[in-house]
């Protein structure tokens, strides 16, 4: 986490608060990752203002390449809610005591040192991981996907790191209120806090026996990623993965405190953030290798519904009638 020279497109991985250089068309800038990611060529931070924010001046302490010197020392600010890690950690700890740092929480189960792989196994460090893993429903619906031993180990310390930062964004946001304009909640805080789901994002409708339900936008961990879907408030939620529509247990909900800030950009094909208008899309998820996921919605059979788009994708992929479909045409939800 830094200042990282000069931006390299042959597939390096950026990190949150990574800093970069880049010459393009305007001239050497400075760029703060938004969303952690490997690079790709063409991927440079002038064309993908969602991956990269453009920095008026470098951050505190870092140093122009090329000028030399220092900088200014005041380093400038990003704008509410554009953008910020939605996988971001705070850190916790165990039932049992074991204490998980922020920048522990970040790492995969092998990058841990051995004492803390220790602590945590032999201390029950891993319960609500390796709980949620046996519980089905949004990890191991399908058999086929089921991992063993270490790697089953690894699934689980992902899996409770997703839980415990969402449980932690979750408890700031009703102790202090929102910092941004859309946030993502955990799921089973809106029953113990009703009024929230007034500001519950209702991304489209489907039409069932004659009347509408309300659709919301949902993400769960799958397979070390984080994946975009749909919800309502009577049957939960979906999401999509390798062609299969899977029921989810236990996810998160995008909740949106001032609908202003956020509109829809229509797009079609692979999402490529130089036609959205000049908008920023919000946030969702990412795959396994980082690459990031955004909220998309998709009119189809008169219906609406909320799924998920990226750079990497081919079409918008949705779930509907327990498969996962695509579309070329489809809208992406970007900030104001």
């Known amino acids: 986490m830094g200042y990282r020279g000069t931006w390299d497109g042959n597939f390096v991985h950026y990190n949150p608060g990574d800093v970069v250089e880049y010459a393009g068309t305007n001239g050497v800038a400075n760029y703060r990752i938004i969303q952690p990611h490997d690079s790709e060529p063409g991927w440079n931070p002038e064309v993908t203002p969602a991956l990269w924010e453009k920095l008026s001046n470098p951050p505190q302490g870092y140093q122009h390449h090329q000028q030399g010197g220092n900088c200014d020392p005041t380093p400038p600010q990003c704008e509410p809610g554009h953008g910020r890690d939605p996988t971001s950690h705070s850190g916790y700890t165990t039932d049992t005591g074991v204490h998980v740092k922020p920048e522990e929480a970040k790492r995969p189960w092998y990058d841990l040192d051995d ?4 602590k945590l196994l032999e201390g029950g460090g891993l319960a609500i991981g ?4 046996g519980a089905g429903g949004y990890y191991y619906e399908h058999q086929k996907h089921k991992k063993e031993g270490e790697q089953e180990t ?3 310390w992902a899996l409770q790191n997703w839980i415990k930062e969402a449980q932690n964004r979750t408890a700031a946001f009703f102790r202090d209120g929102p910092q941004e304009p859309a946030t993502w909640l955990w799921s089973e805080s809106l029953g113990q806090n009703p009024d929230v789901r007034q500001y519950v994002f209702q991304a489209g409708h489907k039409r069932e026996n004659g009347r509408d339900t309300p659709l919301f936008i949902a993400r769960a961990f799958h397979h070390g990623s ?6 309502d408030f009577e049957s939960g939620a979906t999401i999509g993965y390798s062609h299969d529509a899977i029921r989810v247990n236990q996810f998160e909900v995008l909740v949106v405190t001032n609908p202003q ?14 036609a959205l208008q000049g908008a920023r899309p919000v946030p969702g998820g990412h795959e396994a290798d980082n690459t990031p996921l955004f909220i998309a919605h998709i009119l189809y059979e008169g219906n609406v519904i909320p799924g998920k788009a990226s750079p990497k994708l081919k079409h918008a992929f949705f779930t509907y009638n327990n498969e ?8 992406v939800l970007c900030y104001a």
Do not use: M, N, R
Not at 130 to 133: I, N
Not at 261 to 268: G, K, L, N, R
């Open 115 to 118: 004492d803390k792989k220790k």
């Open 130 to 133: 390796l709980a949620a893993l």
């Open 154 to 156: 690894e699934q689980a």
């Open 226 to 231: 984080l994946q975009i879907g749909k919800a």
């Open 261 to 274: 800030a956020v509109h829809w950009v229509p797009t079609s094909g692979y999402l490529d953030f130089s």
């Open 324 to 331: 996962e479909k695509e579309s070329k045409e489809y809208k």
